[in-house]
């Protein structure tokens, strides 16, 4: 049996701020609207949710990774759009990695695998 992951539906009380951070963030040739499609065919989806507040109350309860071929080019990229950094990249094990926070609060890891550290 195989399964994959085909998107992940991110709840919002303004999923339109939302989509238009991730598609800045990961996606800036992305159409407008509700699903921000990522290389490889994962699609983020943003929801209209009364019942969710404005910001993640535990923001480490899920970590969205978003797997990039070079690190501290997005980096240099999420700097410039002013993202706050929870954790700068920074080796691991298997390549790098760094956590941003999203415009809701949620976390957001940037990995790299593999490859010059």
């Keep these: 049996m195989t399964v994959q992951l085909g998107s992940l539906v991110l ?3 303004d999923p339109q701020r939302l989509a ?3 598609r800045a963030a990961f996606a800036p ?3 407008d ?11 983020l989806i943003f929801d209209a949710r009364d019942d969710v507040a404005p910001a993640a109350a535990e923001p480490g309860r899920i970590l969205i990774n978003v797997y990039v071929d070079d690190a501290h080019a997005v980096a240099a990229h999420l700097s410039g759009l002013g993202v706050r950094w929870v954790r700068e ?3 691991f094990p298997p390549g790098l990695i760094g956590t941003v926070e ?4 949620n976390y957001v890891q940037v990995v790299q695998l593999g490859g010059p550290a």
């Design 29 to 31: 040739d992305a159409a």
């Design 20 to 22: 238009r951070w991730y």
């Design 11 to 13: 709840g919002s009380s």
């Design 89 to 91: 990249v920074e080796p």
């Design 102 to 105: 999203d415009a809701d609060g």
């Design 33 to 43: 609207g509700g699903v921000v499609e990522l290389a490889g065919g994962g699609k």
